[in-house]
């Protein structure tokens, strides 16, 4: 029974923790001191759940961003062409350029990382 309730435990430590809170917060959220908290945050496989439960909130907050991104897009090129105010045309024209040229970054970021791990993979 004990094992299952530091698993319950564990489990809500790892929310909170992942969520932003504070040690003190997770710790008073998750029903154990803050001194257990810390030690559980020693623990690497611990630390491991944290950090995999952190991964998969990145990744729905991801996936939810970009089935919005279209619409976002689609909106951006109204506010550009349409938009009655020069500001609100200025400004959707300042975002889609800024985003243009942050994407190219990326993909060119992307391309060197690809061509260094294929680099380290041959040797």
């Known amino acids: 029974m004990a094992g ?4 319950r435990a564990d489990e809500t430590l790892i929310a909170s923790l992942a969520t932003g809170a504070s040690i003190k917060e997770a710790a008073a959220q998750a029903d154990v001191g803050e001194r257990t908290a810390f030690r559980r945050l ?7 759940q944290l950090s ?4 998969r909130m990145l990744e ?18 109204r506010l550009l062409k349409k ?4 500001s ?3 400004a959707a024209a300042r975002v889609i350029l800024e985003q243009v040229l942050r994407m190219r970054d990326l993909v060119d970021i992307n391309e060197r990382l690809e061509a ?3 680099e380290v993979k041959s040797v």
């Open 4 to 7: 299952s309730g530091r698993h």
């Open 42 to 48: 020693n623990d690497p496989t611990f630390r491991q």
């Open 52 to 55: 995999e439960a952190k991964r």
């Open 60 to 77: 729905a907050a991801s996936a939810k961003l970009a089935s919005s991104a279209g619409a976002a897009c689609e909106e951006l090129d």
């Open 83 to 86: 938009a009655k105010s020069e």
């Open 88 to 90: 609100v045309r200025l």
């Open 116 to 118: 260094l791990e294929r």
